[in-house]
């Protein structure tokens, strides 16, 4: 069993890595500069909710490969950075978010996910993140940069042994 000072080495070390696999956008340096504009165009947005497990504790990383279900394959070189030996899909979405346009989605386990389009810059596209679990409290609240095709992942601390992570992918229509 963790105590209350472990636990929080190992959220600030996961908040901590998740947030390091994906840069932040940024804000203009000076107010001279034009922001870029939010996409002109549809997004499509894919969203897999995993649940990880086996939670190793700080500082373990898995020694023996990890179990890692076939539909989430792709994110293997992502998924063996955090500190669980299992990790299996628990919902899988796919839909198409409008140009300029706030969208709520439902996700396992009652959590909700907001995402909004923000700017766009060469082969990235910026969006606004707002994660909450079922009781409505606010997991995640940031701009995230993704590169186009490709999954980034967030998460968090689910029980005291399990994590339940996003990976998400935006592609432009």
């Known amino acids: 069993m963790y105590n209350f000072v472990e636990m929080f080495k190992f959220k600030f070390l996961l908040s901590f890595l998740i947030i390091s696999l994906s840069p932040i956008c940024s804000m203009p340096a000076s107010a001279d500069q034009e922001p870029a504009a939010a996409p002109p165009y549809p997004l499509k947005v894919e969203v897999r909710t995993i649940k990880a497990e086996g939670c190793l504790g700080e500082g373990n990383l898995p020694e023996k490969p990890i179990k890692v279900e076939a539909a989430i394959e792709d994110l293997t070189s992502q998924l063996e950075r955090l ?91």
């Open 83 to 173: 500190h669980y030996s299992r990790f299996r899909v628990v919902d899988k979405l796919e839909l198409v978010l409008p140009p300029r346009k706030r969208r709520k989605i439902a996700l396992a386990d009652g959590h909700q996910l907001s995402l909004r389009p923000v700017a766009t810059e060469g082969d990235t596209i910026c969006l606004w993140l707002k994660w909450k679990d079922k009781s409505g409290m606010q997991l995640l609240d940031t701009r995230v940069r993704f590169i186009k095709g490709e999954s980034m992942l967030t998460g968090t601390e689910h029980t005291s042994d399990t994590g339940l992570i996003l990976a998400i992918k935006v592609i432009p229509l």
